[in-house]
Antibody, heavy 118, light 107 residues
Framework: EVQLVESGGGLVKPGGSLRLSCAAS????????MNWVRQAPGKGLEWVSS????????YYADSVKGRFTISRDNAKNSLYLQMNSLRAEDTAVYYC???????????WGQGTLVTVSS | DIQMTQSPSSLSASVGDRVTITCRAS??????LNWYQQKPGKAPKLLIY???SLQSGVPSRFSGSGSGTDFTLTISSLQPEDFATYYC?????????FGQGTRLEIK
């Protein structure tokens, strides 16, 4: 069974930094592209970033480009999101999500809440 | 970025009803279209991928159709557990985008 467990969320002040982690199990992590998707309170889903299986290809939403960095450690079955220069509008539940061989964002973690507030 | 527009934004229906939700892309996305269901406090769940393929384990009352710019999600006979918010998503572009969501409520 595919399991994705996010951690690292919390309360941070505007301008601060936070690093999210996603621990993957139940599948061969190094074979799949991974994503971060977020959802602000009471709002819809927003894709944040994607990384290919070997980290060769990385993409970001314009809203986070230059501030967030996605990375992965295939030896540790882990995905990361380094978030710098955080803003109030970055407040959201952040989901780790896996692609499949045929489409994107097929399996989701339970999410971790990031709150940016003074 | 490719914009995804869902309609309606909200919908009231009764158990047993047939319901259709539409999703329109701002440019052609071929069949790179997924549908998700999300219940309050839970992560989204993939229902349909590649516009019309049913994800494993999803009941057959869910179906999808369309290609190019216009897509539909149909629930043939609403069940109590189907009341939720539904999102479409395009993966034609490396910059993935979601529709704004359709909230399906009990009438």
């Amino acid at each position: 069974e595919v399991q994705l467990v996010e951690s690292g969320g919390g309360l941070v002040k505007p301008g601060g930094s936070l690093r999210l982690s996603c621990a993957a199990s139940g599948f061969t992590f190094s074979s799949y592209s991974m994503n971060w998707v977020r959802q602000a309170p009471g709002k819809g889903l927003e894709w944040v970033s994607s990384i290919s299986s070997s980290s060769s290809y990385i993409y970001y939403a314009d809203s986070v480009k230059g501030r967030f960095t996605i990375s992965r450690d295939n030896a540790k079955n882990s995905l990361y999101l380094q978030m710098n220069s955080l803003r109030a509008e970055d407040t959201a539940v952040y989901y780790c999500a896996r692609d499949s061989s045929v489409t994107t964002v097929t399996h989701w973690g339970q999410g971790t809440l990031v709150t940016v507030s003074s | 970025d490719i914009q995804m527009t869902q309609s309606p934004s909200s919908l009231s229906a009764s158990v047993g009803d047939r319901v259709t939700i539409t999703c329109r892309a701002s440019q052609s996305i071929s069949s790179y279209l997924n549908w998700y269901q999300q219940k309050p406090g839970k992560a989204p769940k993939l229902l349909i991928y590649a516009a019309s393929s049913l994800q494993s384990g999803v009941p057959s009352r869910f179906s999808g159709s369309g290609s190019g710019t216009d897509f539909t999600l149909t629930i043939s006979s609403l069940q109590p557990e189907d009341f939720a918010t539904y999102y479409c998503q395009q993966s034609y572009s490396t910059s993935i985008t979601f529709g704004q969501g359709t909230r399906l409520e009990i009438k």
